[in-house]
């Protein structure tokens, strides 16, 4: 089974302040995470992905095997990071996300 | 707009009705999902095609649950005497052909449901 884990529901954070997105999983084999990200009123869009190793809009995600996260990290928050973020794993054949966590940035 | 798209963007509906979604990718895209999400809640998997074969279908979806993707291209997700427990968005994603490790799903807005 695959299993996503987002354990914070909201994180508020101060603009210029640090963020970290926790996303925890539970895969048996060679595991794909993603990061998916909701702006308000608009779709869901892919933010990263592991496999690229990129930074997108100043946020990284490294994957750590040996403690199976993936947690989205940004060093300095911008008012327009505010929305949703989901943490994804790719397994075979299917998708499973996690249950998502509201970022709020404070002005 | 070539993205993907989805119609209708609402339902209403009484219980025991008969709905049909539909969802139509981005132009050559292989590979189309169907997600529902609810409240507080992240996408859940629904069902998955490549082409016009239904690879996989999640136990979650019951027998009054029904996808079909009859060219390849777009694709129809019926649900049948519907239940107030029907009631979420419903999300159709589509993935480029070869897709691979780090296949990006492009998604649509998805279609809301609500269940009277």
Known sequence: AQRVTQPEKLLSVFKGAPVELKCNYSYSGSPELFWYVQYSRQRLQLLLRHISRESIKGFTADLNKGETSFHLKKPFAQEEDSAMYYCALRGYQKVTFGTGTKLQVIP | ?116
């Open chain 2, 1 to 116: 707009d070539t993205g993907v798209s989805q119609n209708p963007r609402h339902k209403i509906t009484k219980r025991g009705q008969n709905v049909t979604f539909r969802c139509d990718p981005i132009s050559e895209h292989n590979r189309l999902y169907w997600y529902r999400q609810t409240l507080g809640q992240g996408p859940e998997f629904l069902t998955y095609f490549q082409n016009e074969a239904q690879l996989e279908k999640s136990r979650l979806l019951s027998d009054r649950f029904s996808a079909e993707r009859p060219k390849g291209s777009f694709s129809t997700l019926e649900i049948q005497r519907t239940e107030q427990g029907d009631s979420a968005m419903y999300l159709c994603a589509s993935s480029p052909l070869g897709g691979g490790r780090g296949e990006t799903q492009y998604f649509g807005p998805g279609t809301r449901l609500l269940v009277l």
